[in-house]
Structure formats: structure tokens, C-alpha cells
């Protein structure tokens, strides 16, 4: 069974940094997957953070967070590097996967983990 877990997640400041690493099990390969993050802050729709295509190594990143959030990959494990966090970086964040490119469409991700809680509060 394919599983996403996530780890990283905590309680940072203002201007701080963390980052979330996400674990792909119960695939051989990834070679043709996308993988990404969502968040969902309390209140608010899914909102869907960056991704990275392991076909190709393009990435996506949603505007708020362009220049401050980077995407890396490996074998099976997904970093995203968050800096210069603001208050409104705060949200359950869920690495999610797909066969194919990366989409901005919560429902095209066949695959999610469990998600994991980022605060950003002084």
C-alpha cells in the first residue's frame, strides 16, 4: 500500500525556518510520480503549497510562498525547506502523490499522509 508519512512539522517564529520531509512507501519507484504538499488552515480551503515531478524535476510553488519555500527529492523522500516563515504559513500540511505531473487540484492526488502541524507564532 502506498503511504505518504510526513515528518517536521512544530512550532517555529516569525522569520524562522523548518522543514518538512515526506517518506514514500509501498512503491518500487517514483520515477513517474509527482509529489507535493498541501495546507489547510482552520477556516480555510486546501491550499496546494509546491510539488516536484520526479520525471523531470520541475517544481511548483503556490505565490505566497515563491522565495521563501524550496522542494528537493530524493530515492523515495521529499524535503521542503520553508524560511522566512510568516504567521500565516500555519496550517496542517499533507504531502500528497500522484502518477503524472504535479496539479494544483487536491482531488488529483490519489495519495495522502496523515499530515503534520506547523505553527508559526512568536
Known amino acids: 500500500q502506498v503511504q505518504p508519512v510526513e515528518s517536521g512539522g512544530g512550532l517555529v517564529q516569525p522569520e524562522g525556518s523548518l522543514t518538512l520531509s515526506c517518506t514514500i512507501s509501498?512503491?518500487?519507484?517514483?520515477?513517474?510520480?509527482?509529489v507535493g504538499w498541501f495546507r489547510q488552515a482552520p477556516g480555510k480551503e486546501r491550499e496546494g503549497v509546491s510539488c516536484?515531478?520526479?520525471?523531470?524535476?520541475a517544481t511548483y510553488f503556490t505565490d505566497s510562498v515563491k522565495g521563501r519555500f524550496t522542494i528537493s527529492k530524493d530515492k523515495k523522500t521529499v524535503h521542503l525547506q520553508m524560511n522566512r516563515m510568516r504567521p500565516e504559513d500555519t496550517g496542517a500540511y499533507y504531502c500528497?502523490?500522484?502518477?503524472?505531473?504535479?496539479?494544483?487540484?487536491?482531488?488529483?492526488?490519489?495519495?495522502w499522509g496523515q499530515g503534520t502541524q506547523v505553527t508559526v507564532s512568536s
Open positions: 509501498g512503491l518500487f519507484s517514483l520515477d513517474y510520480y509527482a
Open positions: 516536484i515531478s520526479y520525471e523531470d524535476g
Open positions: 500528497v502523490a500522484r502518477l503524472g505531473y504535479c496539479s494544483s487540484i487536491p482531488d488529483q492526488y490519489d495519495f
